[in-house]
């Protein structure tokens, strides 16, 4: 769609294709704010913030961002699409002339306005500006009947607009911000610069084409909606514009400036030289997008990594999951990424995505009240072993930082949070006063007697150990019910119940296939030399018995194997066995497994993954050490293989099969 407003004035490809780019990436190469073009060391939002001292995080409010603006979903997307040819629309309705030409243009003007209403709000409210000056630019240059005929479409879309605003009036209260304080951000800045090099051209050589002085409008659009509540005294969020809406104007404004003001401009943009400047300029912009891309790309990663862990145990235990179960994450903030990867499935406790379906009333219209996300809140930090003393703390933090997710389920985001308010309605010493209340509400639920589940089944994602988990948050039973790997990084879904008799896992308990087992009794204990019943399997070896152990030499593959009947052992299939063996005397080029196969069409789990029937159930290496391996058995017998991969003598100490115990 941007193309096609480019394709609307610009007759160059290079021209066309740098104004694609600047539309599309202004925001992030023109803001300042983009952490991932701006890493903070020079020029950036913070040190034009620091320009202005102590009113600096008054006056340069929070826009940072570390992704490209364009790539996230749903918007700016969906509002771009229509956004751009609502522009393209304006632009040909200045061109042409013709009174029956406008009227298919004025038609589908009227087309594009309708989408306006299922597109995000600060677009919608910058192109009704706009329009509102096309009417004006129309009148003013004589053609009466195109412009009467777009003020009346201006007029009729400004009413539907105000009768939505109307029916959103709770909503849009809690986004309204009393000030009269100047903003100052980059789109500020170069709107000003713009708005100044417009009239000394102007001054230089007057011209009367709308399309001159609609670029003077789109380089005045940042100023006049950032600052608007200097005379108005109400303002919203000043990101709403910045994200969405000032950059795209401003990138279009400099780019109808030069193409229609003034002669001199003219000859510049025929240039030979000139046109080697704009593939110049875009060759850097693509160059630093990649960049920035990629640098985005790592910062985005590890909660991305660890989302798709996530969901990936979710789908592993997908069997044994709860009916309704609630997730209780360890890191809050990835509900919102662990709802993507489940395709929009919403069950997480705390969700910071509920706060903005169902927002809370502001300080200053209400009492302070528990409301359903609070209790949420709770019922989240007793689970996580919060006591009121670390509550406390973390509220208090996020308090002093203006900053954080806690607050954010107790108080409405413009009250506590910097960004939302641009620094200007900050509650935080009111927040600071109602805490002991908080606490102490926090304290009277935890006194409240806990039933088993308390009526809900909840199911813990963390990257902690059964064992790790159980020591950390005391009172509560955690099952493993499946884990996830994506990256390295590993995920691990446990349910959670109330138990206060539970006793937590050992360091010798295991998981496997997304259970936990207890290392039972042993039902195999061989010494060596105490050797029968063992067979070889390669000739020109050597199998010698000492005092202190067995020495396997000779060829590569060297080695012994018996068989052991799973009855006699009181195993059954479908039980986990481990294996056990200590060897000594190796040199790091040593090496020795412990091969298994299992019943006719057996299937051996290493690790808790399924491995092929004939599989090294695992390795000693260096100066000693122990093989450990799990097994589970699918048939009446198994045969243990131990063989050297070597033709160095190799020392086994044992052998010894322990029976797992499922918790």
Not at 483 to 498: I, K, L, N, T
Not at 617 to 631: D, K, P, Y
């Amino acid at each position: 769609m941007c193309l096609l407003l480019a394709v609307s004035f610009l007759e160059t490809t290079s021209a066309r294709l740098l104004l694609v780019v600047g539309l599309l990436f202004g925001q992030d190469l023109l803001s300042l704010g983009n952490s991932a073009v701006f890493d903070g060391t020079g020029i950036s939002i913070a040190w034009l913030r620091g320009l202005f001292g102590a009113a600096g995080p008054t006056l340069v409010p929070a826009i940072e961002t570390s992704y490209l603006t364009i790539f996230r979903t749903p918007e700016p997307q969906t509002s771009y699409a229509v956004f751009f040819v609502v522009l393209a629309l304006l632009i040909r309705i200045l061109k042409d002339s013709g009174d029956v030409s406008a009227g298919k243009l004025l038609a589908a003007l009227c087309v594009g306005n309708a989408f306006l209403f299922v597109t995000y709000v600060p677009p919608s409210y910058a192109l009704l500006l706009l329009q509102f000056t096309v009417a004006a630019l129309l009148l003013i240059n004589g053609r009466i009947r195109t412009g009467g005929a777009m003020c009346a479409i201006t007029l009729v879309l400004s009413a539907l607009m105000a009768i939505s605003l109307l029916s959103q009036s709770e909503f849009i209260g809690t986004l309204v911000v009393e000030s009269r304080l100047p903003i100052i951000t980059p789109s500020v800045v170069l709107g000003v610069a713009g708005i100044v090099t417009w009239m000394v051209l102007f001054i230089k050589r007057p011209s009367s084409d709308p399309l001159s002085w609609f670029s003077l409008a789109l380089m005045a659009l940042p100023v006049v909606l950032c600052n608007q509540q200097i005379l108005t005294g109400k303002m919203i969020s000043t990101r709403q514009w910045e994200f969405y809406t000032n950059y795209p104007a401003l990138v279009l404004g400099v780019a109808l400036l030069i193409k229609f003001h003034g002669s001199g401009l003219a000859d510049l943009r025929t240039a030979p030289a000139h046109s080697l400047t704009r593939w110049a300029l875009l060759f850097c912009s693509v160059a630093t997008l990649i960049v920035a891309q990629n640098r985005s790309y790592r910062m985005w990663e590890p909660p991305n990594l660890q989302s798709l862990a996530m969901a990936r145990a979710l789908a592993a235990a997908d069997a044994r999951l709860p009916e309704d179960a609630t997730l209780v994450l360890d890191v809050p903030g990835l509900a919102p990424l662990l709802s993507v990867r489940r395709h929009g499935a919403r069950n997480s406790l705390l969700d910071y995505t509920d706060v903005f379906l169902d927002r809370i009333p502001l300080l200053d219209t209400t009492d302070f009240k528990l409301t359903e996300h609070g209790k949420d809140l709770f019922v989240y930090w007793r689970l996580s072993g919060l006591s009121p003393d670390q509550a406390r703390r973390l509220l208090e933090n996020e308090s002093s930082i203006r900053n954080g997710i806690y607050l954010a389920f107790l108080f409405s985001t413009s009250d506590f949070q910097s960004p939302d308010s641009d620094n200007r309605s900050v509650r935080d010493k009111e927040i600071e006063q109602l805490i002991p209340d908080i606490i102490a509400l926090y304290s009277a639920y935890l006194e409240q007697p806990l039933t088993r589940s308390s009526n809900r089944a909840f199911v813990r994602l963390t990257e902690r150990s059964a064992r790790a988990i159980h020591q950390a948050i005391r009172g509560y039973q955690f099952i493993p019910l499946g884990f996830g790997e994506a990256g390295g990084v590993v995920e691990w879904a446990y349910s959670q119940d109330w138990n206060p008799n539970v006793i937590p896992p050992t360091e010798s308990d295991i998981v496997v296939g997304g259970r936990l087992y207890h290392v039972g009794e042993v039902i195999v204990d061989l010494d060596f030399p105490k050797l029968t019943g063992w067979g070889t399997f390669k000739k020109d070896q050597s199998i010698e018995l000492t005092p202190d152990g067995l020495v396997i030499s000779g060829k590569q593959g060297a080695g012994l194997l018996k068989e052991f009947n799973s009855a006699d052992l009181g195993l059954s299939p479908g039980d986990l066995i481990q294996f056990e063996v200590a060897v000594a005397d190796t040199r790091p080029s040593d090496l020795l497994s412990i091969h298994g196969q299992i019943a006719a069409d057996p299937k051996l789990i290493d690790n808790g993954k399924e491995s092929p029937a004939w599989h090294g159930l695992g390795q000693a290496t260096a100066n000693g050490g122990v093989v450990e391996a799990i097994a589970r058995l699918v048939g009446a017998s198994f045969v243990v293989y131990l063989y050297s991969e070597s033709e160095t003598a190799m020392k086994v100490k044992y052998l010894r099969i322990r029976r797992l115990v499922p918790s």
